[in-house]
């Protein structure tokens, strides 16, 4: 799922080829970004569009060969004259009268062109990694254009530039070239979205676009357009830059007259790799730096928190409420701001908390992972991957807030895109921050093989390199449990043990339920308030805020008849949840479908029976409440699978089911089974929420 999609979009059509663009949001300049080859198309920016969308109108297009775009065969067809037309003609067809350019890589010959033969169109131009033919040329760079039409007897790296082996091993190419596009350890991602989009195109047109393209502009065409070139220039460049040398970027810095950024560390194309920074720069460089209207001398200012709560499932919203409460009994003054999205807001509005209005900017976390699922199937960690675009989406809206507003603190309760940003972007690290989470590490699902291994590890290894070498990003990191809740898993084959690693970077609050189980004593009386009858054997399911628990209800309703025909006085509830129409379920006789229950925990407290996904949230309140239940973890999710197996394995709670093994008679026998067994649970803690809320106070 995109953090962002296009307000408008549509196809230019110039001399028989069609151009495929899209324009987002309303502001009033335009940032237009250009492509940098047909080996990738408009999405190479995804992480620029959402954000300049918010702030400026922005408009992207897909080269000729490659995305929606045509695929004309000839070689002439690519030009750097036909492309720079193709680029005027989106201009003309949007009506865009004038636009920042920023270019990327070959896009930079194109954004050249369109800057010195069109000026009253061009206000400004930003140019990354530029592959304009001004800086001397490296020799192994020389070498490899001369034999790019040499058939070799076998290719090896940037010899694989070579036309022969694109036709013969397309995907080898591009597995290669990207590799070296990002450069930058742990790009994995980075570098699977550009193979990806490099295979939407074919290794034909590649070769069309070097046959023409590559000697179209010369160096004394290039010199004398950079030279005549009157507005603001900003050149941004990677200093380890394995694709276009450095080189290349300081002659056209000096050729225009214009700015240049050295990115120490950075490669190819920083504005994936490293596209906080690559926003920032450019949003300053075409907007100017932000003004300031008021401002406050900091010892009259009052205590304010940004409490950032993740949107997947209700579970954070509930033990993120508790914490905010015992948090202001220690610091009465204490002003909380919530960055949230649905569901969380809907239990934040109930309890009259302040939701920051910059939520409503945020891109839909719980949506993309509800796009990613099937029947009861959810790839937890790739479906996380795939939510890169919506994470620096999701960022660049925090820092918007960070910027504009002075907080002394800021909680992450899984704020995965702000824990992540922040320790690439140190700098940003302006107030005191407590990062919470209730599972570390990501774990390989089997069937997901060497490949899962290897990225779920990478992704290991980079997260305990960041807490390395940045110390001081977490002022406090808070494991909702205790030691022995984390799994007795490593990070990976060479990386430390998990608990071990974890015990020496958090502080531990114990489980942190939301309520009080002790409130609960009297249960006859609360059944009676929620209208449960005593000789009714009441049986809750429910499947948490997201939408992805539609297989398993349909599942259980299904069996519902015939646990009826073995339990004569059951009374089973199904509550749909924020994100399930209750008119997509099946009607079933004597059943209960409910679209919202207030103060579900109360009614999961006093039931007979519950079933549930595996979510942790729901199976520990009905763990602290010792109420016998049956929980299906999702097919490949691996938090459930491990993580929370493994949690409710030491309190002995629950009974795990497989959703493929649950047939009508099958589950109709668990629940009998679970509903005359007695509860011998370990004791959940309680006073979590205020543990949690003493480490937070600390760097008050």
């Not at 949506?367 to 199937?377: G, I, K, N, Q, V």
Request: hydrophobic share 40%.
């Amino acid at each position: 799922m995109r953090a962002r999609y296009p307000d408008q979009e549509g196809y230019v059509d110039r001399d028989g080829v069609k151009i495929h663009f899209e324009v987002f949001g309303t502001g009033k300049q335009t940032v237009f970004f250009l492509p940098p080859w047909a080996i990738v198309h408009s999405r190479i920016w995804k992480a620029q569009v959402p954000y300049f969308a918010r702030h400026f109108r922005v408009l992207t297009h897909d080269p000729r060969g490659n995305g929606l775009s045509d695929r004309p065969s000839a070689p002439e067809a690519y030009s750097d004259d036909q492309l720079a037309a193709d680029a005027l003609a989106v201009m003309n067809a949007t009506k865009t009268k004038r636009a920042a350019l920023v270019s990327l890589s070959g896009g930079g010959r194109r954004a050249l062109l369109l800057a010195a033969e069109h000026p009253d169109r061009v206000r400004a131009a930003v140019f990354i990694a530029p592959s304009v033919p001004l800086g001397e040329d490296h020799p192994l760079e020389v070498a490899v254009d001369a034999a790019f039409n040499q058939e070799q007897a076998s290719y090896e790296g940037w010899f694989k530039y070579n036309r022969h082996c694109w036709l013969r091993n397309h995907r080898d190419f591009l597995d290669f070239f990207f590799s070296q596009v990002f450069a930058e350890p742990h790009s994995t991602k980075q570098i699977e979205d550009c193979v990806g989009w490099g295979l939407e195109s074919t290794p034909e047109i590649l070769v069309a676009t070097q046959r023409f393209s590559g000697s179209n502009l010369g160096r004394a065409d290039a010199l004398g357009l950079a030279q005549s070139i009157r507005c603001p220039v900003l050149v941004i460049h990677g200093n380890e830059d394995m694709v276009v040398p450095i080189a290349h970027g300081q002659a056209l810095t000096e050729a225009t007259g214009g700015t240049m950024v050295t990115m120490h560390g950075s490669a190819h194309a920083p504005n994936a790799r490293d596209p906080v920074k690559v926003n920032l720069m450019i949003r300053e460089f075409v907007e100017g730096p932000g003004q300031i209207h008021t401002w406050r001398r900091s010892m009259t200012r009052r205590r304010r928190a940004l409490y950032v709560s993740s949107p997947i499932g209700l579970g954070h919203a509930q033990r993120d409420v508790a914490i905010a409460d015992e948090l202001r009994k220690l610091h009465p003054d204490l002003e909380i701001d919530w960055l949230a999205q649905h569901p969380v807001t809907e239990v934040l509005k109930a309890r009259g908390e302040r939701i920051h209005p910059a939520s409503a900017e945020l891109a839909n976390e719980s949506r993309h992972l509800e796009s990613e699922s099937a029947e009861h199937d959810l790839h937890c960690f790739q479906s996380w991957r795939r939510m890169d675009e919506i994470l620096v989406a999701n960022f660049m809206v925090f820092h918007d807030v960070i910027r504009d507003e002075n907080y002394d603190l800021w909680i992450g309760d899984e704020a995965w895109e702000v824990d992540y940003y922040l320790h690439e972007n140190p700098e940003q690290k302006r107030a005191a921050y407590v990062w919470l989470t209730d599972f570390v590490g990501w774990l390989p699902m089997p069937d997901g093989g060497e490949r899962e291994r290897f990225l779920t590890a990478d992704y290991n290894a980079e997260m305990i390199e960041q807490i390395a070498r940045f110390p001081r990003v977490r002022d406090r990191a808070i494991f909702v449990g205790d030691p022995e809740d984390i799994v007795p898993d490593r990070f990976g084959a060479d990386l430390p043990p998990i608990r071990e690693w974890t015990e020496r970077h958090f502080d531990f609050a114990g489980y942190i339920t939301g309520f009080d189980p002790a409130a609960f004593a009297d249960r006859e009386a609360i059944r009676e308030s929620l209208g449960y009858r005593p000789d009714e054997k009441v049986c809750i399911v429910t499947v948490g805020g997201s939408g992805v628990g539609g297989p398993l209800l349909r599942r259980i309703m299904g069996a519902f008849p015939e646990a009826k025909r073995s339990i004569p006085n059951l009374r089973m509830v199904v509550v749909a949840g924020p994100r399930i129409d209750p008119q997509t379920l099946p009607k079933v006789d004597g059943l209960e479908v409910r679209r919202y229950v207030h103060e579900l925990y109360r009614h999961l407290a006093v039931c007979d029976l519950a079933i549930v996904q595996g979510g942790l949230t729901t199976t520990m309140e009905l763990t602290a409440n010792r109420r016998p239940f049956i929980y299906f973890p999702l097919r490949h999710h691996f938090e459930q699978n491990f993580h929370v197996r493994h949690r409710l394995n030491r309190y002995g709670a629950g009974r795990c089911m497989d959703f493929d093994e649950a047939t009508p008679d099958r589950l109709a026998a668990a629940m009998v089974e679970e509903l005359t067994r007695t509860v011998e649970y370990r004791p959940v803690e309680t006073e979590g929420a205020r543990c949690a809320a003493m480490h937070i106070a600390e760097v008050l």
